[in-house]
C-alpha cells in the first residue's frame, strides 16, 4: 500500500495501494486502517468521501490510537474536511503527543517554533523537539541543536549544539550538513568561515541534496560579514552543480 500510494519508486497506483490496504486491514493492521480512513476523505483510489473517512479516524483515535490523532490533525489544519482548523489541528497533535507519538512531537514543534499556526513559543517547541529527540529523531535533534546554538528557548550553549550537528553530519546527514552550513556562513559559531560552509554545502550536494544547491544562505552574503570573492565564487560553483573544485579563474572572469 506505502509503495503504490507513494510517488517515488513505482509508478502511482491510488486503486492498488487500497486494495493491499484493505487487505492490511482485514488482517488487523490499524496503520493500514488509517490509510484508508485518509484516502476516503481525499477521494484517493475510491470516492470521495469525506465523512465517512473522517468517521473511520474519529473511532481508531477513539480506541488511543496516536497515529490516527496525527491523521485528524493534519485533515484539519489542511482544511480537507472544512475550512482549515488550525486550533483543531494542534488539539488533535496533543492528544497524539499525550499518547507519545513522535510524529505529534515533530509537528508541534515546528508549529510552535514557526509561529505560523498558532502563537510562537520557543520553550514549547524546544521541549517538544526534545522529546521526539530522546527518541533518536533525527529531524527533531537537528532543530533542537539549532535552538540550543541560538539559544531559543532553552539555555544557550553553542559547543552542544554544534557537536550534535557535527554527529549526524558525520554520520551523512544532508540536513545536518546544511544547517552548519548556514552558521559557518552567519558567524553564530563563533566566526564567519566560508571556506567551512562550502565544505559542508559540497557534502550535501554529493549526497543529493537541492536543498544545499539551493539553500538561501548561499545567495545573499551575511550583515556584516566579510567580502571573499573567491569563496563567493566557490559557493556559486556548487549551486551551479560545478563542485568546490571548479575552475575559479574562468569563474572570476564570467563574473
Do not use: C
Not at 503504490?4 to 486502517?33: C, E, H, K, N, W
Not at 544557550?156 to 551523512?172: F, H, I, M, N, W
Not at 554545502?201 to 549526497?207: C, H, I, P, R, T
Amino acid at each position: 500500500g506505502d509503495l503504490f500510494s507513494s510517488t517515488s519508486g513505482v509508478q502511482q497506483d491510488l486503486p492498488r495501494a487500497l486494495d493491499y490496504y484493505r487487505q492490511a486491514a482485514m488482517a488487523g493492521s490499524v496503520t493500514a486502517r488509517i490509510r484508508i480512513g485518509e484516502m476516503t476523505v481525499r477521494g484517493h483510489g475510491t470516492a470521495k468521501d469525506i465523512a465517512a473517512g473522517f468517521a473511520m479516524l474519529e473511532a481508531i483515535a477513539g480506541a488511543g490510537e496516536p497515529d490516527a490523532f496525527v491523521a485528524i490533525g493534519r485533515i484539519r489544519m489542511q482544511g480537507l474536511a472544512g475550512p482549515p482548523d488550525q486550533a483543531g489541528a494542534i488539539a488533535s497533535f496533543e492528544r497524539a503527543a499525550a499518547l507519545g507519538s513522535t510524529d505529534a512531537f515533530v509537528l508541534l514543534g515546528n508549529a510552535y517554533s514557526t509561529g505560523r499556526t498558532v502563537d510562537r513559543d520557543y520553550a514549547k517547541a524546544a521541549g517538544y523537539y526534545r522529546k521526539a529527540a530522546g527518541a533518536d529523531v533525527a529531524y527533531a535533534r537537528i532543530r533542537l541543536a539549532e535552538m540550543v546554538i541560538k539559544g531559543e528557548g532553552t539555555a544557550k550553549d553553542v559547543a552542544a549544539g554544534r557537536s550534535v550537528l557535527e554527529e549526524l553530519a558525520a554520520l551523512g546527514s544532508t540536513d545536518a550538513l546544511t544547517s552548519l552550513a548556514g552558521f559557518h556562513l552567519s558567524g553564530e559559531l563563533g566566526k564567519v568561515d566560508g571556506l567551512a560552509a562550502i565544505s559542508h554545502y559540497e557534502q550535501a550536494v554529493e549526497l543529493g541534496s537541492n536543498h544545499a544547491r539551493y539553500s538561501p544562505p548561499v545567495f545573499a552574503r551575511p550583515a556584516g560579514a566579510p567580502e571573499e570573492w573567491e569563496t563567493l565564487l566557490r559557493l556559486i560553483a556548487i549551486v551551479s552543480g560545478q563542485g568546490a573544485k571548479a575552475d575559479i579563474a574562468k569563474l572570476d572572469d564570467d563574473a
